[in-house]
């Protein structure tokens, strides 16, 4: 075979594993949506057949052939920067999966399943105890994996490389220091600031179908084209990609905290822009998606906090809401909603924190995962580490182990070394912003008028077009002319909540 | 391999072919209820690449393995009945496409989608012209395969055999003639009597929302299981089964004809009601699906008119109707309603015929359907034998082709040997009432109570549970003691109108 078909072969091969994926992403869809419940057993087994199928697929002499081919050094420069790329992309998934045993991989794939089941009943009881053991098996299996990776450096990069290809603890220790130096005594000052804003009038009766006609609205105004997605409505919120034709975000509608909906849907609005824009010739390969968990969080995060927070946006978008709103705000000044939206406060649950104490959440997790797979900390350990940490960070204590260390799933569900990226998420959203701001000086202007068109421009030109084609760090790079750099991020919180709390 | 092996075997390998078109099922559900357009080409391209999946595996080798040990005549008291029937049905299929040439059959695909594409401009421009030289190619192609599948008699009966395997022409041509000496002069009756009821009412504007809430409730009442099942909107309503705990429909809501939306709802949930019933033994299995199109189609007529066009379910509704409608049925008796909604007069289209007028409809395509394939009918031909037919069936002759033999998809869509079904299961829908009647002769009191569970117990007991199981002749003669029996329809028929009509 020429090396044009040996290319031409292996695209039409990984074309058909990402149709595969593109029916699993649809029966999940389905399954968070709507499904009937007496369906999913069934339904389940369909994308357990369909799972097995890209893993067969993903793992098999066959693929190993075209990567032994396209990774041949003598034929590099003949090939393009998108095969390449998906090579790589290929490649990485391949040796994942092909160095861990056949068994071993099932055996972990079932501890998940169980972990995650175990997980809701310890934090239904908040009893750490039940769930203890399996996390030590958990552990055990990531520290194994990694040995079959071949890692020679630290345990923990193995982890991040998952989410965040590129980062290492070294740098994330840098950011997060620094981080840490700068918003815990904010954070301080916040709380112990004399001029609280009120905020009740933000949890007065806001029904369903208005604040879903709201949430249509806002979605049409920051770009989200309907004709290649849909608003459905679920417990937790998220956002699935089909193909960049079809990209689906969900919300909840609760009545009494419209703005955690509000912000919520344009935080999923965010992510879904990122892979609307993704350029179309990546339709079929693994590049087209979002390129790592740390960029989509920073695109999702610039939405919901430099948008969806923003004096500007609002003084836009408030008089609109009040039509939605049953009176609530007719007293209200503008000044005054939007600190009260700003409200910040230390609290126990990371998923319903503010966007100042967010980061200090992140940072605890981090803490703890590092010390589990390069320093002795052992999982019996985690719920005392935990509440030292917490008081650490935050100044309180959880009084149970439900709204501590057993409130998020990732754990459970294996997912070692994913939190870092919500806190990098946001450095880089503060980053793009000023580096936006050079080019788009009337960003306020901008926003306030309702035109977001050159910013998500902006945004697609830098970051959304390339998917995968770009590492995480060569976006950053690439479009802000320097490494992930915290002090945007600190700049943007000092002076927003010097400003709200009056410091 | 021992035999239990080979069994254990071929049935995984057939369980993953079904989870494929479970896959399958649910894109095209997705793609027909509100999947966002422009993500539709490339879930066409999931879709294909599923189907091809789908084919390969049906007529492998692998296959091909499974089914010469499996029919191996020394070990046909081995099996159980389940395994005989499965073997059968992936044979048939087998036999189906490994006869046709890979070439042809792709050619055929195109075809297909052209045809049908060019079929939806010749209705809009009403031009026969341009969807004849398709059509010419399609017939070519279908009496080329019945060649391949070695068909020795007739070549419709191996139309037939595709959608309603064990009919034959001469068994049709028994029943319909029969249909037709007793139907034909009925709807003269009907058409000339002096006594025609009024319907204006059922025109008045009904809102959507209200239907909606209407039709959820009658199709509780009528047993449909929201825990298996979900209703959305769609232009053509339709039921469509992902597994047995997952069978969906749709309907369309008419604002200024509630009627046929509700009884286009009841319909559908006839179709339903089979499919969740289907025994859970055979999920998994190519068993687990209605047995024909006609029996298929016996359910859905069963409760869209034994029951749906009753006096005894609207003597139970009418009151709730009421209660969901704008008040143009205050002054309307039960009697009046009743009347209303089983109006009948010869009409043009098919799929707005009422009960009384409908199976001429399909009569006069299966002259045309049986006259192309074993007559001396040319497709050049078609419009002008339309129109004689529908003036020897129903007395009136379309002004367009629109109207008349462009109306319907089928033939441009490769299906003919479907027509038949429709009035096929109009029979069976009777002689099951009739057969029904010696076990529940309260048949009318229970559905005037609203006790419909002995009526689709019996229902479930007879037919749905056997999925594809038996045979559809099996079903009725197993369910009735007799072969299929035009007489119970044609007693039905002429015993209601003469009553309605005052005859």
Redesign the interface.
Known sequence: MSIDETVKSYSAYV??IM??N??IA??EW?MRT??????????S??V???SDEVFKRSTSDEMKDYLDALTEPSIQDKLSLVTKRMVEKSKKTYDHYVNIPAEENKAYVILQSEAQSVWQEAKAKSDFSLLSPYLEKMVAFKRKFIGYWGVKSKKYDALLDLYEPGLTVEMIDRIFGRLREAIVPLVESVTSSKDQPENDFLHVHFPADKQRAFCLHLLRENGY??????LDETEHPFEIT???????VTTNFQENDFISTVLGTVHEGGHALYEQHISRDL??TPLCEGTSMGIHESQSLFFENFIGRSKAYWGLHYGELKRYASGQFDNVSLEEFYRAINVSHPSLIRTLADELTYPLHIMLRYDIEKALFDGDLEVKDLPGVWNEKMKEYLGIVPETDREGVLQDIHWPGGDFGYFPSYALGYVYAAQFKHAMLRDIPDFDVRVSGGSLAAITAWLSEHIHKFGSLKKPLEIVNDATGEEPNPEYLIRYLTEKYSDIYRL
Chains 1, 2 share one sequence.
């Open positions: 074309k058909k149709d595969f593109e029916a649809l029966a389905d709507g499904a009937p419940k007496k369906g999913i057993p069934q339904r087994e369909v357990g057949t369909l084209d309907f004709e290649a997605g849909r089909l193909n960049p034709g079809d990209v689906r339709v079929g």
